[in-house]
């Protein structure tokens, strides 16, 4: 099992951002009294589900390509950021002068 910083180091990743894909649900992980746990052959299938294998390359084998790897977590980061369709920012309904106080 690892850790938040061990896989955060592999993924080449910040901690504060696996820990935000745990609370969405986005990444594969073990809850353990309080701790957060990754294995690392749910990692790897949950990095392949990204792009499909190579014609070349039969279903199920490892990558061990490092710009594979790097494809795969762009991927991933893609996937766990991407704002949903028709979202919109709306203006805060407190006027210039109540924000900035009264003169």
């Avoid at 809850?31 to 039969?58: C, D, K, M, Y």
């Avoid at 795969?72 to 109540?98: D, F, M, N, Q, V």
């Amino acid at each position: 099992m690892l850790t938040v910083k061990e896989l955060s180091a592999w993924l080449n990743i910040k901690e504060s951002t696996l820990y935000l894909w745990v609370s969405k649900n986005k990444i594969p992980c073990r809850r353990i009294h309080g701790l957060v746990r990754f294995e690392p052959e749910a990692i790897q299938a949950w990095l392949n589900g990204f792009t499909p294998p190579s014609p070349e390359q039969p279903p199920g084998t490892s990558r061990q390509n490092a710009e594979d790897v790097d494809h795969l977590i762009a991927a991933a980061k893609h996937a766990a950021y991407t704002s949903r369709h028709g979202e919109t920012i709306t203006p805060s309904p407190r006027t210039k002068e109540e924000q900035h106080g009264a003169r």
